[in-house]
């Protein structure tokens, strides 16, 4: 069974930083692409960022220069490193795993951790 | 600055059919997006409906079926229940790693 779990949410002031973990189990980590979705409070879903199996790292605009996507294959953890936090931050994150298979959707999500930007 | 829309909202008698869209600001919608649909009931992470425009994930009732409708892509659900109430998202792959989600739409079954 897949199963995708995060960790690291939590209150930081405005400029601080947070690292997010996801640790997933129930499949072969390295072989797939995993992204970061996030939801901020009452509003719709928002890709983030992704890390593909072969390495590659894309970014959404709003993110691009403040957060880092990164994965340890031997720990079958994807991770996100996110600095100058705004408000605008403030969201449920969640860990995705990618399909593999060229159908370039989220297959499995995780159930979200949540990141409160305030002073 | 290319946007994905949806309806805001939309309502649907119960037993009826009711058609979500997925349009592109700057481009009609193809297959080469990848469409893929999610359906999301509040406190709860989303659940994966369609993936390359028209396959039902697993365990995906056959009353939901994904489609390209002119220029845009499409859900619709045949036979709409009760607990069918909630939002729905649609993504467009745009390339380069970069996946786009729709605004959403909240379906009100009533």
């Known amino acids: 069974e897949v199963k995708l779990l995060e960790s690291g949410g939590g209150l930081v002031q405005p400029g601080g930083s947070l690292r997010l973990s996801c640790a997933a189990s129930g499949f072969t980590f390295s072989d797939y692409p995993m992204s970061w979705v996030r939801q901020a409070p009452g509003k719709g879903l928002e890709w983030v960022s992704s890390?593909?199996?072969?390495?590659?790292?894309w970014y959404a605009e709003s993110v691009k220069g403040r957060f880092a996507i990164s994965r340890d294959n031997s720990k079958n953890t994807l991770y996100l490193q996110m600095g100058s936090l705004r408000a605008e931050d403030s969201a449920v994150y969640f860990c995705?795993?990618?399909?593999?298979?060229?159908?370039?959707?989220?297959?499995?999500w995780g159930q979200g951790t949540r990141v409160t930007v305030s002073s | 600055q290319t946007v994905v829309t949806q309806e805001p909202s939309i309502s649907v008698s119960p037993g009826g059919t009711v058609t979500l869209t997925c349009a592109l600001t700057s481009a009609s919608v193809s297959t080469s997006y990848y469409p893929s649909w999610y359906q999301q009931t509040p406190g709860q992470a989303p659940r994966t409906l369609i993936y390359?425009?028209?396959t039902r994930s697993s365990g995906v009732p056959d009353r939901f079926s994904g489609s390209i409708l002119g220029t845009k892509g499409a859900l619709t659900i045949t036979g709409a229940q009760a607990d069918d109430e909630s939002d729905y998202y649609c993504v467009l792959y745009m390339g380069s790693g970069i996946s786009m989600f729709g605004g959403g739409t909240k379906l009100t079954v009533l």
């Open positions: 390359n425009t028209n």
């Open positions: 890390s593909g199996s072969g390495g590659g790292q």
């Open positions: 995705v795993r990618r399909d593999n298979n060229g159908y370039l959707y989220f297959d499995y």
